[in-house]
């Protein structure tokens, strides 16, 4: 079986994803705006769709690292497509936020075992960036039904945009070690 290893454009999109949403809830109080981050959406949402779902169904990694990686990514993915959507289609965004509040947790329960099992080269940055994230998406969604609490608002982007650049560096990093193996 041939090991296939594309979890770095996965995590660059992540980290994509997490700055669009970012951008997004700066203008929750300003619906008139939403249509500047669809096509964000709808980027990041297929890139991460079409990576993650064969992830999933065929499990190209090595034992469960295709959970850890493969099923969060897909249910961001969805949601980041379901956001798009519902901006476009003018629809509530309340049953998304309950799938982003059971991702959350799904994250951070994710990261805490990849922790317990050491998996990966860094199993303190990966969890470290399962956390981050999942929290930002827990303390993002109130933003909701309070756009204008500049407390949550504040809390949930520092938590993507340091999530967000960490991803990025264990991305890129992933991208030097993976060329510096030649066929």
């Known amino acids: 079986m041939v090991f296939v290893d594309y979890l770095t454009i996965m995590l660059i999109d992540l980290a994509a994803g997490l700055f669009t949403l970012t951008l997004f809830l700066w203008k929750l109080s300003k619906p008139k705006e939403y249509s500047r981050y669809t096509v964000g959406f709808f980027i990041t949402g297929f890139l991460g769709l079409i ?9 190209p990694l090595p034992g469960s690292y ?50 317990n099992l050491g998996m990966t080269d860094a199993p303190l940055f990966a969890m470290i960036g399962f956390v981050m994230t999942g929290l930002g998406g827990l303390f993002a969604a109130p933003l909701l039904y309070y756009p204008k609490n500049k407390g949550l608002l504040i ?13 990025l560096y264990i991305g890129y990093s992933a991208y030097i070690a993976h060329l510096a193996l030649p066929p």
Do not use: C, H
């Open 51 to 59: 990576t993650a779902l064969p992830m999933v169904l065929m499990w």
């Open 66 to 115: 295709n959970i850890a990686f493969g099923e969060p990514m897909l249910f961001f993915s969805i949601i980041l497509l379901a956001i798009g959507f519902a901006i476009e289609k003018r629809w509530a965004f309340d049953s998304i936020v309950i799938f982003g509040v059971l991702g959350s947790i799904m994250s951070i329960v994710i990261g805490a075992q990849i922790y």
């Open 155 to 167: 809390l949930a982007s520092v938590l993507f945009i340091l999530a967000a650049l960490l991803w």
